[in-house]
């Protein structure tokens, strides 16, 4: 699988992966840290489109994932741009189209109205939700619940990075959504995978610190499962 690869670096090219000492919004200090606020450029975005549409093509190919996906859905707010940019990727890469949707933070009472924007979701749809990163959760007991109350068939969750860390309990937020609302999370990588890569990239821009691949094991087995 190459794109994981190709996506840990592009994700460091562009600024979002980076390594150092960060403090969390839970108070941890993390030997790593991912913004994907840091996509800014019409290219990047075309980029981040393709990872997340191979994705979704390798896990269907391995018939992880239902092929006929009616509807992709990104959280407001920054899966509302990761939705539309996926769309593309799959249309032009992978020529399989699919619409796509997002949330409105509030709903909108003029107009055609609604509480969604894009493709209007019918019941019985088939709906994959796609978002950056799952930290708390919070985005996805907003969206999920709405979703079901419209009757349609929630296939997964494709986001880019599994941190694979605890929340304030023994599980994570992915275990805990898949224990709450029965659905699977599918990460373009895992900070396993990243660790990987770390270990054998060991020449040219990128040449990992071992002091950064220590800090990052210690924080693993302290904090993630």
């Known amino acids: 699988m190459d794109y994981k690869s190709n996506f840990i670096e592009f994700m460091m090219q562009s600024g979002v992966l980076t390594f150092g000492e960060f403090t969390t919004k839970s108070g941890r200090k993390s030997p790593y840290f991912i913004n994907t606020g840091n996509y800014k450029t019409g290219k990047q975005l075309a980029r981040l489109g393709e990872f997340y549409s191979d994705c979704i093509m390798y896990n269907i190919k391995q018939g992880l994932l239902n092929k006929e996906i009616t509807a992709l859905f990104g959280p407001a707010y920054k899966g509302i741009p990761i939705s539309v940019t996926t769309a593309i990727a799959l249309a ?40 950056d990163v799952i930290t708390a959760g919070t985005a996805m007991r907003e969206c999920i619940p709405m979703l079901k109350k419209l009757r349609v068939s929630l296939e997964g969750l494709v986001i880019s990075v599994d941190r694979m860390e605890r929340g304030t309990g023994s599980k994570t937020a992915i275990q805990e959504i898949k224990e709450e609302y029965g659905i699977e ?30 800090k990052i094991e210690a924080y693993m087995d302290q904090y993630c499962v």
């Open 92 to 131: 032009e890469k992978h020529k399989v189209e699919v619409n796509y949707c997002s949330n409105r933070k509030e709903e909108k009472d003029h107009g055609e109205g609604g509480s969604l924007l894009g493709y209007q979701l019918q019941a019985g749809d088939s709906v994959l939700i796609v978002e």
């Open 185 to 214: 999370t599918y990460p373009i990588v895992t900070i396993n995978d990243i660790l990987n890569w770390l270990y054998n990239k060991n020449e040219g821009s990128f040449a990992a610190d071992p002091e950064i691949i220590k």
